[in-house]
């Protein structure tokens, strides 16, 4: 039961991590993450909050890839769930100012990054299974036998696309943001000396059953 429980509070750790780098990368007002993008212009034209569109989107595409034959995990619904609301409730607090020139944008986008790359390591660790767009492009990869980097860049310029039609913002963040957050993921689980590829990840119904037999 401890080594759960440890997994369960690295999880959430990494998931307000990862919320609070996707507030300082929006917050730094000089473009959005390509899904930032994506949600933004969602939330514009709905009138709903970024985090509950993000949970809505999120919805939907754990709907397709389980249909597809994907497995799902606790930290999967986590994910969906939990990181939305806790955008909604850094942007509500108010605390992250906007930045009002490049060089202030590109400073905070930058450290934007590395918190998300924190947060995905401790998130990824936990072994709970992957967020809902990492997993579409899993089975994207799957099922087309396309490299999932291509998957990735696909899927990424769709949803830019499609959210700058919705109103959402593009700029130099957008590029600095689909570039720049792999290199700060790589040297971030270069610094934990963290092997991503050994990390087994559980499905739903096994962690169930790991903590029915605690």
């Known amino acids: 039961m401890k ?49 509950i569109v993000t949970i809505i989107a999120g919805i939907v595409i754990v709907v397709i890839v389980t249909l597809l034959g994907e497995s799902l995990g606790f930290g999967t619904i986590a994910s969906m769930v939990v990181t939305g609301l806790l955008v909604d409730l850094i942007f509500w607090i108010d605390v992250i100012p906007v930045m009002s020139n490049m060089a202030l944008g590109i400073t905070m986008m930058i450290t934007g990054l590395f918190v998300i790359s924190i947060g995905t390591y401790f998130y990824i ?4 299974g992957v967020g809902p767009r990492d997993n579409l492009m899993v089975v994207l990869a799957r099922k087309t036998k396309l490299p ?3 998957c990735r860049v696909i899927v990424e310029l769709a949803v830019t696309f499609i959210g700058w039609l919705l109103g959402g913002m593009i700029g130099v963040g957008t590029v600095l943001f689909g570039f720049g957050i792999g290199i700060c993921v790589q040297i971030t689980f270069a610094v934990f000396k963290f092997d ?19």
């Open 3 to 51: 080594n759960i429980v440890f997994r369960v509070l690295s999880m959430l750790f990494g998931i307000f991590l990862y919320a609070l780098g996707l507030a300082l990368t929006m917050k730094a007002n000089i473009g959005y993450g390509p899904w930032e993008v994506f949600h933004v212009g969602l939330a514009n034209q709905t009138g709903l909050s970024y985090g």
């Open 148 to 150: 999932i980097g291509v």
């Open 125 to 128: 660790k936990s072994a709970f």
């Open 196 to 214: 991503v590829t050994g990390v087994k990840h559980e499905s739903l119904s096994r962690t169930f059953v790991t903590i029915k037999n605690k």
